[in-house]
């Protein structure tokens, strides 16, 4: 039995976690595990708080570690918990992975050095600050990093990742079971397919959380600095 | 502000609750809540649990319901308090909704009686049980009625109910936030897609759960009877 373990904080972005959680659990022989700093329900961007089933402490060795994004990646940056332990996971694990804002949890625990690697596209061009090359792709692959683009992109990762460690066929049976089929009511996924107005809209919200994020990700770094 | 509330039950599919209520969270004017027969964590079908925000018996008036699947709807098809609490919220709200094999739990609450609507591939044609015209569709509206397809569809399912509920730039608004330009690695996602051995191999799978469903649906459907 292989371990993977997805990683939980506070304010994570719900889909980032759950996206590729859905299709990974119905892997045959693998066991998934949602870790995080204590067992205490952490609460979610979508108003309701998930049940960890391991402590960072308490987690069997991790064969893939999973870390979703979201909002609370600015305060999990200098938690003093969440990127130690990535360290420590991430030299171990045979495949060190991220979806959305993850990138730069991975990013803090010097996982992405000299990396390609994608993230949420309003983020993107912070990927070098942790030393990665970022790519516009829905899911990168580099050597034993995985990562995949803004939070519904966890689905199609997930899907590689399944047919990258069971192999194509298992992948299309969770792909079927789940009914992945995308229909899209609208076209805009993506800041050059949005109408100028919801794009400038997006934009600005993001904008606004933005000196927080930069913030923590230096504090993060430098943090991380000596031991680089 | 507007209610809604999304049902937990043990053994729900999590994307099918995650899905459009990641979508539905960030709707304004609305407050989103997870609904269940206690405040006690709920177990998903992903090996972890979700606390309950609101129980069946604090929860506001709902302006809006909306009931995941999952193997889970099996139990909950009898245990004396979904459908019933179900049946109160429905005949209140301006719209009654589902996704994957949460229709039936709808349906056993008389709620589907002579509209159209969709589920997972794998049921759809169980929906005459419970009175319902089965469309093969993603999303499909009747009336206050919205049902989506299985576990993945309730993505597109939200953000068409969100086009709905504030209207169409505030969907592709939340749809840019949320990266939705899918890009499926395989083409598998519907039956008529998947290969031959995938199709096979997941119809079975479904196949060797389907006579528990069929007995519970059934015992459902009977108690609904006298007030249908």
């Known amino acids: 039995m292989r371990h993977a373990g997805f990683i939980a904080f506070p304010n994570v972005t719900q889909l980032d976690l759950t996206g590729p959680l859905q ?3 119905r892997l045959p022989g693998w066991k998934t595990h949602v870790v995080a700093s204590s067992l ?3 609460p979610t961007d979508c108003g309701f708080a998930l049940v960890p089933t391991q402590t960072f402490e308490s987690c069997p060795p991790l064969d893939l570690v999973c870390v979703p994004g979201g909002f609370g990646v600015d305060d999990a940056l200098c938690d003093g918990v969440t990127v130690p332990f990535l360290e420590r996971a991430g030299a171990r694990a045979q495949h060190a992975t991220s979806v959305c804002t993850g990138a730069f949890l991975l990013g803090a625990a010097g996982l992405l050095r000299g990396r390609r690697a994608t993230t949420h596209w309003a983020y993107r061009e912070a990927l070098s600050r ?25 689905i199609d990762f997930g899907l590689a990742l399944a047919a990258e460690l069971a192999g194509r066929e298992v992948a299309e049976r969770i792909q079927l079971a789940l009914e992945y089929d995308p229909a899209p009511p ?7 397919q949005a109408p100028e107005a919801v794009r400038a809209e997006v934009r600005a919200t993001f904008g606004r959380r933005r000196a927080v994020f930069e913030a923590r990700l230096a504090a993060a770094l430098e943090a991380l600095g000596p031991r680089g």
């Open 23 to 25: 299709v990974l659990s």
């Open 40 to 42: 205490e329900p952490v």
């Open 130 to 154: 942790v030393g990665a090359v970022p790519v516009d792709a829905r899911v990168v692959r580099d050597g034993p990093i995985l990562t995949g683009g803004g939070v519904t992109a966890g």
């Open 186 to 192: 609208f076209h805009a996924g993506r800041p050059e």
